[in-house]
């Protein structure tokens, strides 16, 4: 059972549906029976073509639901008869079903968060510590967005912000969680930066090439996190670099800058430092002023501290921290380190156990947890 392949094929799948007249939230359910049935049935009898299987399965369990909900009894005459097994369409739709995800009757942060459950293929949790808020907000706030959608045909196709906002989050959470979806959400980007000419979409797959670039350096062989000042740049992809420089160059040239553009500058700068000591971190403080100026967000003043420390001195850093909430994820980590760059080990290493517990995965856990270990063993010589 492959479970890489249904993944990939549920959001074509999807598409297929909604475009034959199934509302957004009947076409999922009746996917999520054909995953299912899949899951059942695959292993003793794989299907030839997988996609077509799943397609005429699905349908078939959309007509189901139909016929058995008397208060839909009117779309069923309007729906097509039961498409023949047989090979699908190999046409991508996944970016197609992105924008018709962000339907205009949502708001933006509800389209975000259905599009990255329902296509992303994320779980609620996810969505969650991506948007800072409690899981059970999140399963509310998704639920709240199906009902808005059910029974709405989806020919109004939402915005390229909203859209942006989903591919950044998907990279985000392949780039650095338990599912591995960045290089899908490369090539999404990719696709739309081909058929559209927009400053923000160039900054974004800049900032995608940026940091996918020094992927395979983020992590030693056994497994654990390696710290970007650690890092051997000998292993970053430089030709990932060369092309997000240049496409991040040609989107800064014409003046319209957006929080992509501006979080693609400060990896740009990373990626040309040759070593860590040669960060340019006075112009990185720079940038994430521009970026806190067009977000306000308290994660990108989060990082604006370490900036600071790093540009004006530790003290600087903390004392930018102090003006922030304690709460925010990694708040504890970010001063765990500054106070070792101060010198003060006690605290740090107190800081980093703590932060170690409140990890969101057992990578960065591991991490904080080895970083208290090494503090306090200094401290005990």
Not at 179 to 196: F, G, K, M, N, P
Not at 243 to 254: C, H, N, T, Y
Not at 322 to 348: K, N
Request: hydrophobic share 45%; aromatic share 6%.
């Amino acid at each position: 059972m492959n479970d890489v392949l249904l993944r990939s094929l549920t959001p074509s799948v999807l598409g297929i549906l909604v475009r034959r007249g199934a509302d957004f939230a009947a076409a999922e359910d009746a996917v999520q029976d054909a995953l299912v049935e899949a899951v059942r049935a695959w292993p003793a009898d794989p299907p030839r073509d997988p996609k077509g299987w799943l397609v005429t399965v699905a349908w078939r369990r959309f007509l189901d639901a139909i016929r058995a909900d008397a208060a839909r009894r009117r779309r069923e005459d309007r729906v097509e008869e039961e498409p023949a097994p047989g090979p699908a369409p190999a046409a991508d739709d996944t970016l197609q079903l992105y924008f018709l995800c962000a339907h205009p009757s949502l708001t933006p942060s509800s389209a975000v968060a259905l599009t990255l459950r329902a296509v992303g293929g994320l779980t609620t949790r996810q969505i969650a510590q991506a948007y800072l808020v409690p899981e059970a907000t999140m399963a509310q706030r998704i639920s709240r967005a199906k009902r808005t959608v059910s029974g709405v045909r989806f020919d109004q196709p939402g915005d390229v912000a909203t859209v942006l906002r989903v591919l950044y989050l998907v990279f985000n959470e392949g780039y650095s969680g338990d599912v591995d979806l960045a290089a899908e959400a490369i090539r999404l980007t990719r696709q739309l930066a081909a058929s559209i000419d927009h400053p923000e979409v160039a900054g974004l797959l800049a900032l995608m090439l940026l940091h996918q670039a020094r992927r395979t350096a983020r992590t030693a062989p056994d497994g654990s996190l390696v710290p970007l000042a650690e890092q051997d740049r000998s292993r970053w992809d430089t030709r990932a670099i060369a092309e997000g420089v240049e496409i991040l160059q040609a989107a800064l040239a014409r003046d319209r800058l957006g929080e992509f553009q501006a979080q693609a500058a400060i990896a740009a700068l990373h990626a040309d430092a040759p070593t860590a000591e040669e960060t340019d971190w006075v112009q990185i403080v720079e940038w994430y002023d521009e970026l806190a100026r067009l977000t306000d967000s308290p994660v990108v003043r989060l990082n604006r501290a370490v900036a600071v420390g790093e540009a004006d001195g530790p003290r600087a850093g903390l004392a930018a921290l102090a003006a922030l909430d304690a709460s925010l994820p990694r708040y504890t980590a970010v001063a765990a380190y500054l106070h070792e760059c101060d010198g003060d080990l006690a605290t740090a290493a107190r800081l980093y156990a703590e932060a170690a517990r409140k990890a969101p995965n057992l990578a960065e856990r591991d991490h904080l947890t080895r970083r208290a270990a090494r503090l306090n063993a200094r401290g005990s010589r």
